[in-house]
């Protein structure tokens, strides 16, 4: 459930647009590392023409300091990749993990290897889960408003979902005791536990073995569903839900821990009005130290490529000045509570999308529990008549898993998924999907499964429109209607070179070998504007680069400030025709150059005629 943008990776856009393997990739990205490095460092430096700005010296260690960074990348994903089977644990694994970063130096080398391997399995510090109490204080992240509400006395019954893969098994125990000590016990009918098909041995017996004794007290209090093959986050939320019996029913990760009070303001604005969905403000649960760390109030969002976020509170909840008070959210990242049979009226969960499975199940199974894939359709509650929002008084601890994944099949059924709902809710927008995503939106070769069923859902529910819900809504996103091609931008001279953002710390765009990934990503739109590297998506990010003529030099400025400064940002460009300056006149040409490894390199200059192309075109919409 955890929503960062972590996700997303150099490694994982290299799957998803080459369609070549993890490992090829992982090679793949440390060679262009490593060429990188030789192109930028071995060349001696030329002799500085007039440059624009800043001197030479700075421009190698900004180029440096990147390299690092890109390195770092690299090298983490190599580091966590998580074990399979009988690994042999080197030495250096010790040193280099980030297990031991802030926690564990004391340990003896045995200890450290068992930690070690426990923290490739799981992607936390399973190892010091064990040691700590499953009763453990947290502290009460609050806000200071929250304590003096006072709650109707009827609220209804709640049902805990806990849905799990081979979890630690003190993890999820952890998640049951702080559920039950911190839920007022006639508010807690129930707690469901659906094991997707762990294939850990002390999720059976030892677990059964509490869940008896816990029963013995009260019987009945905890169900256990288990899977007898793996049906995938999305049929497991399914199973919970149908075996919940009390009128709201909450649907939560096995890897959290509540805080107090957290259930009454849930239930009360769910009492109040059935067709809110309602989440808890998540803190992080530190996957090396199991510290709590406070997270900011935000609300819940996704770009567009469907990934989900956090975001800010919209402008009016600061207006209320009321830190206690309820955040609107455009959508869900994963874990919420619902009215038990409004859930089944609005047909929340896709079952025909599909988040793990396959062989790669280990390794897509850690990921995938981390994955939002409730939440990317959640924002047609607010297309048909409901409402979803974050409270502030309600506060649950989540383990924020170390592993990045990117596996293939992460990757692959997200964008199976987003694509999915964009044909389904999204109107005109679905462009944008496609676009973020860089594949064509005809003859994608994607197959995105039967969405018939779902097209009849919202057509019965007579849900509004995508362009209803963006404006009124999810006001933040940026729209991109006037795009009219997308892709790599390509010259006819040298087609396996693309124009690339370049370093991202200065604005100076570069040829490089197309690989396709964020950095390579054009848009032209309507306007003539020429959008560089990533699709910017909400108003709260960095506005996206525009490709501007800079005293007959080629600059990438953000669009807005290049606008306010009137400068020579629009480009005259027909596909597989010249990219003129309309100011300057002049055009984007390559010129041949010794300097640069791929022999040439950007200029703007009289035209001669060369000729460009950018991958996919659009029709406009109106
Ligand atoms: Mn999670």
Redesign the pocket.
Known sequence: ??CTRRTKTLVSTCVILSGMTNIVCLLYVGWVTNYIANVYIKVPMPVPEKKLEGDKKGDTLRIIERLDRLENVVNQHIQETPLKGEDVLGDKSFSDSSLFAHWGQELSADSRRVALKMFQYYGYNGYLSDRLSLDRAIPDLRPDGCKNITYPSNLPQVSIVFIFVNEALSVILRSIHSAMHRTPSHLLKEIILVDDYSDNDELKEKLQDFVSATNSQRPGFIKVVRHDKQEGLIRSRVSGWRAATAPVVALF?A?VEFNIGWAEPVLMRIQEDRTRIISPSFDNIKYDTFEIEEYPLSAQGFDWELWCRYLNPPKSWFHQANNSAPIRSPSLI?CFVVDRLYFEEIGLLDEGMEVYGGENVELGVRVS??LWATGLSSWLVWQCGGSVEVLPCARIA???RAHKPYTEDLTSHVRRNALRVAEVWMDEFKSHVYMAWNIPQEDSGIDIGDISERKALRKRLQCKTFRWYLVNIYPEMRMYTDTIAYGVLKNFLKSDLCLDQGPDTDNVPILYLCHGMTPQNVYYTSTQQLHVGVLSPTIDDDDNKCLVDVNSRPRLIECSYATAKRMKLHWIFTQGGSIQNRKSKRCLELVASNDNEFGYQLALQKCTGQKWSITNTLTLVK
Request: aromatic share 0%.
């Open positions: 459930m955890a990760d890897h994963g529990n981390d989540h383990i924020e």
